[in-house]
C-alpha cells in the first residue's frame, strides 16, 4: 500500500521565483540609467503577474537600446521558458551570463531549466557557479543537494545541506536531509533530526504525511504514526493524516487500526479511491474477500479504467475463483500496457485457472524475457507444463526457480511429484522432505509424501504421514482416499471403510461446487 505524498515534485519545480527578485536587485548597478531601472522593476512584477506580453515589450524596448543588457536577456529568458520555448530560454540566459558573469539569477534560471529537461549534468554546474557567487544562500544550497539526492549522491546531498543554518532551514531542506540520511541507513540520525516533528503545531498536516510517507518507505513505521498522531492532535480530521495513518498500520499488519483509520479517512473525503482501494487491499490480507470485492466495485464506479483499481479488483476476484469477471479485467489491463509484466503474469494465471493452458505458457514465456531473474515466472510456467505432463521441461523450469528464490517449497512439491510420476521414489522423497523442511504445515506435500510411503510398501510411516496430512487439511479429498488404502494393508477395514466415505462425501461436495455458476459483477459504466 502507498502513502500519500505532495503532489510537488522536490527536483522538478517551476522556474524559481527567486530568480526575478534575484536579478532585480542587481539591476542598479548594471543599468545605465533610472528609467531601465524603472522598466526592469516593472517587468519583475509583470512576469510575477503572468502578464507576459507586456514584460515582453518593456524589455524589447530596453534591449533596442542595449542589446546585451543582462537583466533584460534574463528576464526574457524567463518568457520564454514560461512559453515552453526552452532552447530560446537557455539561449538568452547564457547571453546574459557572458554579459554579465556575476549574474546569479541567470544561472538559476539556466539551472532550473536544465533540470526542468532533465538534464543534471548542466543543472550542477549552473547551480555551482551560483554557489559560488552566493555561498551560503539556503535555496541554491538545496537546488544543488536536490541534484545530489536524484544522483543517489546521498553523502554529497547532506554535506551541501548540512552547511546551511539551522535557523535557515525549512521544511523542503529537512525532508531532504531525511531522506538522505535514510537512504545512507543512518537511521538514528534522522530519527534525531526529526524529532522536532512529533510535538503538537510543529508542520501542518500535509507536510507530516510527506514526513511520514518518507519513513514508512523505509519500514519505520512507528517513526512515521508519532509524526502523525503529533499532527493529528491538532487537526484530527485530516485525510492525508487519517489515510497515512491507515497506511502505516497496514504496512505493520496492524489490520484493525488500518482499517480504522483508512474507514476515516474515507469520512473526511467520501467516496476517494485511494481511500477505497487501501481498505480493500486491508480486507484481501484478512481474507475477507467479499469485502474487498465490494469495496472495489465502488472504487470502479468511480473510477473506472484506473489500472489500479483494475488490477485489485481482478486479483480479488481471481482469489475467489470468478474466472469469468478475473479474465476480462486483465486482459483489459494487457491492451492498455501490452509489455506491464505484472498484468502479463496475471492474465497468464487467469487463463491457467480457465484450463487455457497453451495460451498461459505463451504469456509465461513473454513475462520471463521482460523478467529473465523473477523466480515467480519460471514457477508459474513450470506449474503450467507439469499441468500439460511435460514433465522434463517442467523440471527445468521449476529447477530455475529454485536456482532464482529457493525459498519455495510449493516448486518443491512439484519436483516431488515430477520425480513420484516418473517411478524415481528416492528423489521424489528428497523433494517432498524439503518442502515439509520449508514449510511444515503444507498439507499437500504431506500427501503426497505419504503416498511415496505406500507404494513402497511402507504401510506404517504412510499412515502416520497421511494422519498428520488430514490433520493439516480435513478437506484434502486424496489424503482420505490414500489413507483408506493404508487401512486396508494394515487390516483395519472399519476405519478404511470410513475414510473412503469421507473422500466419497468431499468428492460431491466439490463436484457440487465445481457446478455452480460464477457471480457476475455488474462492469463499470
Not at 526592469?40 to 546585451?68: C, D, K, Y
Not at 521558458?81 to 546574459?96: D, Y
Not at 505463451?362 to 513450470?382: F, H, M, V
Not at 460431491?508 to 459483477?521: A, M, P, T
Amino acid at each position: 500500500m502507498s502513502l500519500l505524498v505532495s503532489t510537488a515534485a522536490l527536483f522538478f519545480l517551476s522556474l524559481h521565483p527567486l530568480c526575478i527578485a534575484s536579478a532585480a536587485s542587481t539591476i542598479a548597478a548594471a543599468s545605465q540609467s533610472q528609467s531601465d531601472y524603472d522598466r526592469l522593476e516593472q517587468v519583475a512584477i509583470l512576469i510575477r503577474q503572468g502578464e507576459l506580453t507586456r514584460a515582453e515589450a518593456e524589455l524589447n524596448a530596453i534591449l533596442r537600446r542595449r542589446a546585451s543588457e543582462p537583466n533584460a536577456l534574463n528576464f526574457l529568458g524567463v518568457i520564454r521558458a514560461r512559453q515552453k520555448r526552452m532552447s530560446e530560454a537557455e539561449q538568452l540566459f547564457l547571453r546574459a551570463l557572458k554579459s554579465s558573469p556575476t549574474l546569479v539569477g541567470a544561472y538559476l534560471n539556466l539551472g532550473q531549466l536544465y533540470l526542468d529537461n532533465r538534464n543534471s549534468e548542466r543543472a550542477l554546474w549552473a547551480f555551482t557557479e551560483a554557489d559560488k557567487l552566493a555561498p551560503g544562500r539556503a535555496n541554491i544550497a538545496f537546488s544543488l543537494a536536490a541534484i545530489y539526492a536524484l544522483r543517489r549522491e546521498f553523502e554529497r546531498a547532506l554535506l551541501v545541506l548540512e552547511k546551511i543554518p539551522r535557523a535557515s532551514l525549512g521544511i523542503e531542506h529537512l525532508h531532504l536531509m531525511l531522506e538522505s540520511y535514510l537512504e545512507l541507513h543512518r537511521n538514528e540520525e534522522a530519527i534525531a533530526l526529526a524529532s522536532p516533528l512529533k510535538k503538537l503545531g510543529a508542520i501542518a498536516a500535509e507536510d507530516a504525511a510527506n514526513f511520514a510517507a518518507l519513513f514508512a518507505r523505509h519500514d519505520l513505521f512507528d517513526e512515521a504514526i508519532e509524526i502523525l498522531e503529533a499532527a493529528r492532535k491538532q487537526t484530527p480530521n485530516s485525510y492525508a493524516l487519517l489515510y497515512n495513518l491507515g497506511a502505516s498500520y497496514s504496512q505493520k499488519r496492524d489490520f484493525a487500526r488500518a482499517e480504522e483509520f483508512l474507514a476515516a479517512a474515507l469520512v473526511a473525503k467520501p467516496d476517494d479511491v485511494e481511500a477505497l482501494l487501501a481498505l480493500a487491499r486491508v480486507a484481501r490480507a484478512q481474507e475477507e474477500l467479499e469485502k474487498a470485492l465490494a469495496l472495489l466495485v465502488r472504487a470502479r464506479k468511480l473510477a473506472p479504467d484506473a489500472p489500479a483499481v483494475l488490477y485489485d479488483f481482478g486479483v480479488t476476484a481471481l482469489r475467489m475463483d470468478l474466472l469469468l469477471d478475473a479474465l476480462p479485467i486483465f486482459e483489459q489491463l494487457q491492451r492498455m500496457q501490452p509489455g506491464n509484466p505484472a498484468y502479463l503474469y496475471m492474465l497468464a494465471a487467469t487463463q491457467l485457472r480457465r484450463g487455457e493452458k497453451v495460451q498461459a505458457e505463451t504469456l509465461l514465456r513473454r513475462y520471463i524475457e521482460l523478467r529473465p531473474r523473477d523466480a515467480a515466472g519460471y514457477y508459474l510456467l513450470g506449474v503450467t507444463l507439469h499441468s500439460l505432463n511435460r514433465f522434463a521441461d517442467a523440471r527445468r523450469a521449476l529447477e530455475q526457480s529454485l536456482a532464482l528464490s529457493s525459498a519455495n517449497p510449493n516448486a518443491q512439491y512439484l519436483l516431488g511429484l515430477i520425480s513420484d510420476s516418473e517411478g524415481d521414489a528416492e528423489n521424489a522423497l528428497r523433494w517432498l522432505q524439503r518442502a515439509l523442511k520449508a514449510e511444515p504445515s503444507h498439507a499437500a506435500a504431506q500427501t503426497a509424501l505419504g503416498v511415496v510411503y505406500f507404494k513402497q510398501n511402507n504401510y506404517s510411516l504412510a499412515r502416520d504421514t497421511l494422519e498428520r496430512a488430514i490433520q493439516l487439511n480435513p478437506k484434502d479429498l486424496r489424503a482420505h482416499y490414500q489413507l483408506g488404502l493404508v487401512y486396508g494393508k494394515l487390516g483395519d477395514k472399519e476405519r478404511a471403510k470410513n475414510m473412503f466415505a469421507i473422500a466419497d462425501t468431499l468428492r460431491d461436495v466439490q463436484r457440487n461446487q465445481e457446478s455452480v455458476g460464477l457471480k457476475l459483477i455488474d462492469p463499470p459504466q
